[in-house]
């Protein structure tokens, strides 16, 4: 079953930064393409941000230009960086394969931003 183990959340002012990383161990990350995902209250999971396994990169146009995302495939991590953040981005932030996720979700993690 893939394990995805996300952590870095946590409580941020309106314009602060936080970083976010996700490890799986259970498949061949090096050639998966991997994606950032964030769940609202009360709204759909959507996807944030893609990397491809050989590093290319898609933003969805809310967060373009402040989020960056990366890969690590010797620590099989991928991370979000995540810049002048607002109130609107508070959300479960999860990882998953890119566009095309497995069933087996992690528990994500929370970010917050305060006003």
């Known amino acids: 079953q893939v394990q995805f183990v996300e952590s870095g959340g946590g409580l941020v002012q309106a314009g602060g930064s936080l970083r976010v990383s996700c490890v799986n161990s259970r498949i061949i990350f090096s050639s998966t393409a991997m994606g950032w995902y964030r769940q609202a209250p009360g709204k759909q999971r959507e996807l944030v941000a893609g990397?491809?396994?050989?590093?290319?990169?898609h933003y969805a146009d809310s967060v373009k230009d402040r989020f960056t995302i990366s890969r690590d495939n010797a620590k099989n991590t991928v991370s979000l960086q995540m810049n002048s953040l607002q109130p609107e981005a508070t959300a479960i932030y999860s990882c998953?394969?890119?566009?095309?996720?497995?069933?087996?979700w992690g528990q994500g993690t929370q970010v917050t931003v305060s006003p």
């Open positions: 998953n394969r890119d566009r095309s996720p497995s069933g087996s």
């Open positions: 990397i491809s396994s050989g590093g290319s990169t």
